[in-house]
Structure formats: C-alpha cells, structure tokens
C-alpha cells in the first residue's frame, strides 16, 4: 500500500520561504513519478512541480525560478522549496505519486495523494 505523508506547511509573509517534505513509502525502488498540487479556496486543485521516472522536472509557469522540487532517493521523500513567496500561492498543497503518468502535472493522472497541508502568504 503506497502512503505519502507531507509535513512542512504554514503561515509566512510575503517574499518568505517555506519547504514542504512528502515522505513516501509502499514502492519497491525509487523508480516513479512524484508532484506537487494545490489548490486555494474557490478555485480547481492545479499541478504546481513533478519529477518523472528519469528525474527530470517540470513547473507551472506560475512559480517557475521561485519554487525547486526534489526528491531524495534514499529517504523516499520529495521536497518543494517555496522561495520568494506570493499571497497567490496561498493553498492547500499536496503531493501525488505513480508509478508511471503521461502528462506529470495532470491532475487526474496520479493515484496517491497525501492529506495535504495548508500554506498561508500574508501580505
């Protein structure tokens, strides 16, 4: 059974920083894809950065140059460094994983999700 289990949100003010950890456990190796989402009040749960089976990353346009996703292999856990942070980017994060994904920011492509945790960015 894959679990992902995110730690790491809360409030932070404008041009701060927060990193989010998403430990994942139930895989065999290290080999799958792994993202993070959010989604803020009102508003559709969006693909905001994801690491696919060969490593290679992807952002949305939104956070691109101010987030950095990675993932440590040996710990099984993935990260999201949130740098130089915006009201906008006020949400509920989470993080997904599969096994394999053709599209690494589409949201109906993975299977596990984590319970999410909340990001506030006052101004």
């Known amino acids: 059974q894959v679990q992902l289990v995110e730690s790491g949100g809360g409030s932070v003010q404008a041009g701060g920083s927060l990193r989010l950890s998403c430990a994942v456990s139930g895989y065999t190796d290290s080999r799958y894809c792994v993202a993070w989402f959010r989604q803020a009040p009102g508003k559709e749960r969006e693909g905001v950065a994801a690491i696919d089976r060969g490593g290679s990353t992807s952002y949305a346009d939104s956070v691109k140059g101010r987030f950095t996703i990675s993932k440590d292999n040996a710990k099984n856990t993935l990260y999201l460094q949130m740098n130089s942070l915006k009201p906008e980017d006020t949400a509920m994060y989470y993080c997904?994983?599969?096994?394999?994904?053709?599209?690494?920011?589409?949201?109906?492509?993975?299977?596990?999700w984590s319970q999410g945790t909340q990001v506030t960015v006052s101004s």
């Open positions: 997904a994983a599969d096994l394999w994904v053709e599209y690494p920011l589409g949201i109906d492509e993975y299977m596990y």
